[in-house]
């Protein structure tokens, strides 16, 4: 992984803005209908941090996500991404501020081999107009055989670098979320919005993912994960917020995670006799 | 005062009709959520029939009737349950959509051969004298018209909210993966959907065939007018597709007896723009519109079509230099011109590639574009003395403009909406050139045009005009090939198969679909004009829907996606008319068919077909190269 950095990375840009967090949640409630599925959350995601969010089903994580990357509008409160307020933004306008989110289910192109499918997450840095592409001009060309390389360096480096290809929905399952994870960071985003990316992955695809994306957060970009899996979680994460039905019950280090008494609470339900 | 009142009446006639239209479209597009574009095809055969039993036959109305009915419906079953039932099943909904105008055409063409061309009118049910009154004059069949519609329409609301069935029915179209866990044979209730729509739809035919007369492809004009009559009432309400029904009558009449008969689409047409612009879900929605403009996740997956470089380079070389020797061959005298139809045909089906092979929008009016790009080029050179290249960069941007205006008013192009407003356009331009009598000739066409020329070069015979549009051809296949291979190529594959993730890295969707648009309309525009240059005459039908329809087969028997394979399926379906000139009249028929066939066994087409056959064939001295070479 040595080399990943200035694969993926142009280094100037990571050094700009790490003061500015990267993600800030201020009081984002949403409400559908008359259930509150987030309420009054406030959370943030410091420049070059990966964090993750838990919480038990139905906690609003999903929920919150699709908030940030406004999806949905938020019923109130306001989201920030590096500084800049992101609520109302259209979904190109959030990409092109360097946010990039993955889905929970794969969301891999059809009819695209693999490495298409890669290459299409840099749709945001072609810098070759359409009318070029179409004259087969030097430059489009040039520029297409940089991201060949880029993608299929980086498809080598998750162990799909003989199903370049490939239809990428003839792939199984795991490895179409790997490519979906794969295709934002060829997006060069400044922060990567992960929803559940270990889901439908075996254990040896998930300390493979575990080590990519801490390469990923070492080369300068910072990451929000929202995942289930608990030992995934806790070998990656450098902070960890937990929601329960809505609300934000803790935040902080792993370790700290593990021992707070409300987050048990949530995940296990209280001792006999106590209630919270 | 009681002249208006008598052109309400007869609004409200014309307007049942296609309420009844739109009622089919309506159940269908609830259960299988999608549009059926056969629709009013059920009409004509139920009506074809009824002239069968009652006047071949010479059986009583009532016996004639039934007969005609249930014969036109099991016909229709069984065509629906070999083709729109596993089609829906399989395929895309944007496929489907395709595929139902190819069963559209396949109707059209048997009605064609089994009754001809010619136009037939039946008896009224209970005589020629009209009831009168007050004064106002109400032809009988008016009568029997409303009262079976009103039954109907009773009969399907009662089917839908009150049995069983209904609810089976209306599961399929909420959650077909949840109403099939139910224990729901979804096929059964697709086709069962279909057999009623046939019903209505013929029920329809057989009320109708006293007071307008039919032919052949009146179908179409069902088909339009019912399709036009649920956007404006709004899909999938059985309330909006009545009113919408009945106001397009009335638009209808009231702009033939105030303006001219000649303008009474121009009407209709605008009142379906300024509903689709106003409320793009028309008048009654029902409920929240389902997302069709995404592929269903269980339905996208195609064959990857790839030719790999060396290969490819091999082909292309190969294919080109055929073409260029042709005229040089001894080849049949009669060949070289539909050579050239075939190409200039080619250039707009390019275009319709791109805009639904690689974008997933479908255009069911593109030979709109051909018509301006046609007629704008032809009268410029002919009426005002334009070099002929002027005009035809003049209707490039009228074009342009008019896809953008199209864009405008369709605001998202979802998928429905564009096929729908590419219709509306389609039908709008062909009435007002039917209208512009003194400009364009009218119905019978406009005559003289002169041949194309370049700074005092002629292409005056086939052979010039043959490499001519090879040329064009070969250099619009470069440059969208140059395009669809990098970055534009990929962000429309991405548009087509999943919005959400495109948007999600950066896409902007709707610029993407915008300029795929206006691409495809200047090529279709270019098209129209070499079309005209080439021919020296353009009558309305040269370029009218049956040609947009005739486009989309073309495209789907060569294979959507592979922008070659509009050439083989234009050729196709160009040569086999003049080759087989006795079976001529089995034409229609067979397009439909073949879109039809095509789409359920090889979805790929005649091209994708080729490609993956060539790259199984040995090659010295390559292997099969990989695309992401380091």
Known sequence: ?276 | MSSIVQVIIGGLLQGGVFAIVALGFSLVFRVTNVVNLSQGAFCVLGAMGMYYFQVVFDWPILLAAIAAVVCSTAFSLVVGAVSFVPAVSRLPNSSTLVLTAGLLTFFIGITLVVWGNQPYALPPFSGETPLVIGGLRIPTQGVWLVGVSAAIILGLWLLLQKTTLGRALRACAENPAAARLMGINLPRMMLLSFGLAALIGSVGGVLIAPVMSLQFDTGQFFTISGFVAVAIGGIGSFVGSIVGGILLGIAEQFAAFYVSSLFANTLALLLLLVVLILRPAGLFSSGPLRRSDVRDEARVHRALVRLPGHRALIFAVVLVAVLVLLPVMPIPSGLLPSLVISLILFIAVLGLDLLMGYAGQVSLGHAGFMAIGGYCAAILSTSFGWPPLLGVIAALVLSVFCALLLALATGQLRGLYLALATLAFGLLIDSLIVGLVDVTGGPSGLVGIPAFEVAGFAFDTPVRMYYLALTLSVVLVLALEGGMRLGFGRALKAVRSDQLAAAALGVNVRRVKVVALCISAALASLSGSLYAFSFHFLSPEMVGTTRSFEMLAMLVLGGEGTLIGGFFGSLMLTLLPTLVQDLAVFKTAVEGALLVVIFLLMPEGLFGRLVLWLNTVPLYGTKIARAGAR
């Not at chain 1, 050094?15 to 949403?30: D, F, H, N, W």
């Not at chain 1, 399952?173 to 919005?193: D, F, S, T």
């Open chain 1, 1 to 276: 992984m040595a080399e990943y950095g200035s694969i993926i990375w142009d280094q100037d840009r990571a050094r700009g803005g790490k003061m500015t967090p990267a993600l800030e949640c201020r009081s984002v409630s949403k409400i559908f209908g008359g259930l509150l599925a987030v309420d009054d959350v406030s959370l943030t995601v410091p420049s070059g941090s990966l964090c993750a969010l838990i919480g038990p089903n139905g906690a609003g994580k999903t929920t919150l996500f699709n908030v940030a990357t406004n999806l949905y509008a938020p019923s109130s409160g306001e989201v920030r991404f590096f500084g800049k307020k992101a609520t109302g933004l259209s979904a190109p306008h959030i990409a092109a501020l360097g946010v990039i989110r993955t889905f929970q289910t794969a969301r891999v192109f059809p009819g695209m081999t693999t490495i298409e499918n890669v290459m299409a997450g840099a749709h945001l840095h072609i810098r070759a107009p359409v009318i070029s592409q179409m004259l087969w001009t030097h430059a489009a060309r040039r520029e297409e055989r940089r991201l060949i390389e880029k993608a299929a360096a980086l498809l080598d480096m998750i162990g799909l670098g003989n199903s370049c290809d490939v239809a990428a929905t003839d792939l199984p399952i795991g490895a179409q979320k790997l490519i979906e994870v794969v295709r934002a960071l060829m997006a060069n985003p400044k922060l990567l919005l992960l929803d559940e990316p270990a889901a439908g992955l075996n254990d040896h695809e998930t300390a493979e993912l575990a080590v990519f994306l801490r390469a990923t957060r070492d080369a300068g970009t910072s990451i929000l994960v929202v995942e289930h899996n608990m030992s995934f979680v806790m070998g990656v994460a450098d902070q960890v917020f937990v929601l329960d039905a809505g609300r934000l019950i803790a935040s902080g280090a792993p370790q700290e995670i593990q021992q707070d008494q409300t987050v048990i609470e949530a995940y296990l339900g209280a001792p006999e006799g106590q209630t919270r």
